[in-house]
């Protein structure tokens, strides 16, 4: 039996858990991957007998840090696609044969997969002696200044934030986060520059999109737009993903780079394997 193992349970590890396709699919999507299995002489394998998936996450459930009902409609899916997974498990040690959890118990694997959450930098733990966190991220004032030096700026994942409507907790490192921090900071500096006072920054949370692989469905859960939560799966949700992503492409490349690596994507989609695993 062979055991592939993701620890942790955000949104980019439940994506690589989520693209290894159900066994039907195995035939019709893997040409590549049964390529390169046959040239090692792989060529014997039973996806459905020999390979175990197994997720692996410390917290109570998967996606903790998003609503519980995405959190559910994730562990659902996953289930569907044969994961198991396993919570409220914290892994204690990783071997060449497997991954031993806190509790005792072993779990032999001969892939690994390690994507434990986000941490900042380690050269932020001690940068002039500024306040860190446990992950190195720099604890910031409302105005996303260190709390020991007001002359340096911190946004994005490198920022420690509190987060007004939760008290004890800071925002999440998400892009929509940093993307907010950033337009912020453009008129907070202008303001600096011109002797004005600062403007405390505040976080709008417009909801959670979660790609569960090309094989699975996109959960999706909006607050913030009408006042309330809308909840969107399926279809609709997967397009939404990709209009998002796209957007984002846009703004950091410009028109013309989009254009020709959407259109690159479209006619190597059917060549190249969806995941790469360096």
């Not at 040409?31 to 692996?56: C, F, M, S």
């Not at 509790?103 to 380690?122: H, Q």
Request: proline content about 6%; hydrophobic content about 40%; charged content about 20%.
């Amino acid at each position: 039996m062979r055991s592939r193992n993701p620890c942790g349970a955000s949104s980019s590890r439940l994506q690589s858990s989520a693209q290894v396709p159900p066994v039907r699919s195995w035939r019709r999507s893997l040409h590549y991957t049964t390529r390169q299995l046959v040239a090692y002489g792989l060529d014997r394998i039973d996806p459905e007998k020999d390979i175990q998936i197994n997720l692996i996450e410390a917290a109570d459930r998967i996606l903790p840090a998003l609503p519980e009902r995405l959190s559910n409609a994730g562990l659902k899916l996953l289930k569907n696609l044969g994961v198991h997974v396993l919570t409220s498990s914290k892994v204690a040690g990783v071997s060449a044969t497997g991954v031993k959890l806190a509790s005792g118990t072993f779990i032999p694997a001969e892939l690994v997969i390690w994507a434990a959450g986000v941490k900042a930098p380690d050269i932020l733990a001690n940068l002039d002696d500024l306040e860190s966190t446990r992950i190195n991220q720099l604890i910031v004032l409302p105005t996303l200044q260190t709390t020991r030096d007001e002359n340096i700026f911190v946004m994005g994942d490198c920022a420690a934030c509190a987060w007004a409507s939760h008290p004890g907790r800071y925002v999440p490192p998400r892009a929509q986060a940093a993307h907010q921090q950033a337009t912020h900071l453009v008129k907070q500096i202008k303001r600096r520059l011109g002797g004005t006072p600062l403007q405390p920054w505040r976080y709008r949370d417009f909801g959670s999109l979660v790609s569960l692989g090309e094989y699975s469905t996109v959960g999706n859960l909006m607050g913030g737009l009408l006042g309330g939560n809308l909840w969107i799966e399926g279809l609709f949700a997967r397009l939404m993903y990709r209009s998002l992503y796209k957007m984002h492409e846009y703004s950091l490349h410009g028109p013309t780079k989009v254009t020709l690596d959407t259109l690159a994507r479209l006619i190597t989609r059917r060549t190249e394997p969806h995941v790469k695993l360096h």
